[in-house]
């Protein structure tokens, strides 16, 4: 499988763990910064948080897998905007907690609903960035607290930590961890959103998040991947 050079097709090819088999790359929607990823071994492929998706992708043209297993870490609308026409391209399996497959389900708890204002107060309400709130249908494959298993070639564990939102989980794949809205460079968690709770992230995901190796490869939700270090534990009060 030949692959493109960085910056072709809006994808670029991301730093992964030393001796990992599969490749990473990142897409990144120009609207919100949410990163879609995908993993690409052995001619298999799989996403993860269909935020945007750049078509025809490259190592998809030319023929239609089996299935593509989509993973996502949490349900809001910058994170599935891709999901519906993913479905309509490919045979999706949509993989996520029982309720991020709620999440996706309402403009409400994704967020779309509200998008429109939220980007105008992202902007120090300088710019009003239309944004029609959509809803997903559910996942084809749930999990209440955590799931590990072999899924097309892709050997994962999913846990789910709330305090983001109910759904919010982690993806640990060959010690690289794909964190969501979780460990942002430069941004703290944010908890104030709906659904979201500051009780339930300190109960239960901060802790979760203190028990990351250092050195580990952490792919999140926005901006650039890193590794796990002191400077990153201190940001994030870990």
Not at 91 to 108: F, G
Not at 110 to 115: A, E, F, G, V, W
Request: aromatic share 10%.
């Amino acid at each position: 499988m030949e692959w493109p050079l960085n910056n072709r097709d809006g994808w670029r090819r991301c730093r992964k763990p030393d001796g990992m088999e599969a490749d990473i790359f990142c897409a990144s929607d120009p609207v919100t910064g949410s990163g879609c990823y995908l993993l690409v071994k052995n001619g298999t492929c799989a996403v993860v948080d269909a935020g945007c998706f750049p078509l025809p992708a490259p190592a998809l043209s030319g023929h239609v897998p089996a299935f593509l297993p989509v993973f996502l870490t949490h349900g809001h609308c910058d994170h599935i905007s891709a999901l519906n026409s993913l479905r309509e391209h490919f045979p999706v399996l949509t993989v996520c907690s029982r309720a991020c497959s709620e999440e996706i389900q309402d403009t409400k708890a994704n967020m779309s609903r509200r998008m429109e204002a939220f980007l105008y107060y992202k902007s120090n309400e300088t710019k009003l960035t239309p944004y029609a709130p959509f809803r997903c249908g559910p996942a084809d494959l749930c999990f209440e607290e955590e799931i590990r298993f072999l899924l097309g070639g892709w050997r994962l564990h999913m846990k789910r930590l709330p305090g983001h939102t109910p759904g919010s989980s982690v993806i640990s794949l060959d010690g690289a961890l794909f964190s969501g809205d979780y460990l942002l460079p430069g941004e703290r968690v944010v908890t104030r959103l709906p659904g979201g709770s500051q009780e339930q992230y300190e109960t239960y995901t901060r802790p979760w998040l203190q028990t990351i190796a250092e050195g580990t490869w952490i792919y999140p939700g926005h901006g650039r991947e890193f590794q796990m270090c002191g400077e990153a534990r201190r940001f994030h009060e870990l």
